[in-house]
């Protein structure tokens, strides 16, 4: 009897250390990447440029909450983009490179990876909360936008995790450039989405609200914690 309500015990110490923001937390895929170092002066903020910083950002305990609305002004007077407020993470692991300067950069690059947790509340619609901007054909090489229902989805097509509004979701973004370009994207630490890259660019993580082409929702709203960049 005393053994079982030991055993008893122990599965549920077990359990108990495993859960994470009241959810079952599977491994973090972490192995063999070295943590880079971030300061303030890593995150640069991006808004609308007509308006106070504090009018579409802040920062308590820890949490960025980021707010935009559909009709607000890009982040500068002459850009044509769509409304965002955003932190840019400037760490860069690959500049535009042409011919054999391109492999010989190639051979040397990291891999790179981002973590963060993520929250989303309900009605917010048709807008990035994470991005690999830079790519030798367009402007981004990776963009997980939220849509109706809590789906995340690879820009607006293949749908990535459902069901996420309203809770903390640990995201994990490995860009490994030197194996043909592959992007992996992990949802509370469970592999759900693989693509390959756009090509070489100015390459750099964002995370925050960016409002995308069509489908967006009047009010759109993300909270991000816990940033973190690797490599290896």
Not at 72 to 88: A, L, N, V, Y
Not at 126 to 148: D, E, F, P
Not at 210 to 222: H, R
């Amino acid at each position: 009897m005393k053994t079982s309500v030991c055993c008893s015990i122990l599965v549920v110490l077990i359990l108990v250390s495993f859960l994470e923001n009241g959810h079952l937390c599977v491994a973090d895929p972490t192995d063999g990447f070295t943590p880079v170092p971030l300061t303030d002066a890593n995150f640069k903020l991006q808004k609308p440029y007509d308006i106070p910083l504090e009018d579409r950002y802040s920062y308590k305990d820890g949490v960025h909450r980021f707010w935009v609305y559909n009709k607000d002004k890009p982040f500068k007077p002459d850009s044509t983009t769509r409304p965002r407020t955003e932190i840019r993470i400037s760490h860069y692991w690959l500049l535009i490179a042409v011919g054999l300067v391109l492999v010989n950069i190639l051979s040397t690059l990291p891999v790179w990876k981002f973590k963060g947790y993520t929250f989303v509340p309900s009605g917010t619609s048709g807008v990035s909360i994470m991005q690999i901007h830079g790519a030798t054909m367009g402007a981004t090489t990776l963009q997980l936008r939220m849509y109706k229902l809590g789906d995340i989805r690879y820009y607006r097509c293949s749908l990535v995790a459902a069901d996420l509004y309203h809770r903390w979701v640990r995201v994990n973004v490995i860009h490994d450039v030197v194996d043909k370009g592959k992007v992996t994207v992990f949802i509370d630490g469970v592999k759900k989405f693989v693509v390959k890259d756009q090509g070489p660019g100015n390459l750099y993580f964002k995370c925050g609200v960016y409002a995308a082409p069509f489908g967006s929702s009047n009010y759109m709203e993300s909270r991000c914690r816990g940033i973190k960049l690797f490599k290896k």
